[in-house]
């Protein structure tokens, strides 16, 4: 069973939000830098550029984080790992980065992502922006901004569909209990 938690409306709605909160907390755009995870994260940074570029009239760095060496699943995974290209085109020394990712769970994506990125150097700050908090987690990462707060079962699914990924915007929950 599935249901529909955001619509393409409602996440650009966020999605402006988030922006508007990232530049007040930041005082305007000096020295800020976003960081997307793949997949959806890069969307998610690729977005909020955009709207920073709206409203502030300037384009703020934009990076792109493959953390899939950084996994600490790796040796348990039945699959073979998939490495995509990392592209941080800019110096992170001294900057605010924002890290960017769809769905927070366990925070271990988090930590996976802050490991790999101070491997590209020091940034002043790291922020984390996320569309979806669903909850359960397993390190202590709380993130700076939310689209939506959403309280799940560990069993439920939160699937998040980007026009550039998936060809359609809307974040559904997916109840896998009592399916096997």
Excluded: W
């Excluded at 619509?7 to 976003?34: C, F, P, S, V, Y």
């Excluded at 271990?108 to 802050?114: C, D, G, K, P, S």
């Amino acid at each position: 069973m599935s249901t529909l938690l955001m619509n393409g409306e409602e996440m650009n709605r966020a999605i402006t939000r988030i922006a508007h909160e990232i530049l007040e907390k930041n005082k305007g755009t000096q020295d800020l830098a976003l960081v997307g995870i793949r997949t959806r994260g890069v969307v998610l940074a690729n977005r909020l550029r955009e709207k920073i570029k709206e409203i502030e009239k300037t384009t703020v760095d934009l990076g792109i984080l493959d953390i899939t060496l950084y996994r600490d699943d790796l040796a348990t995974s039945k699959d073979k790992p998939v490495l995509r290209d990392t592209d941080i085109p800019f110096a992170i020394d001294g900057k605010k980065v924002v890290l960017c990712d769809d769905v927070l769970f366990t925070g271990r994506t988090i930590r996976a992502a802050i490991d790999a990125l101070v491997d590209f150097g020091r940034p002043a700050q790291v922020q984390l922006a996320v569309l979806i908090d669903r909850g359960h987690r397993e390190l202590p990462f709380r993130p700076d901004y939310v689209g939506k707060n959403i309280p799940t079962a560990k069993s439920m699914r939160v699937k998040v569909q980007m026009t550039e990924e998936d060809q359609e915007d809307q974040v559904i929950v997916i109840d896998n209990k009592g399916q096997n």
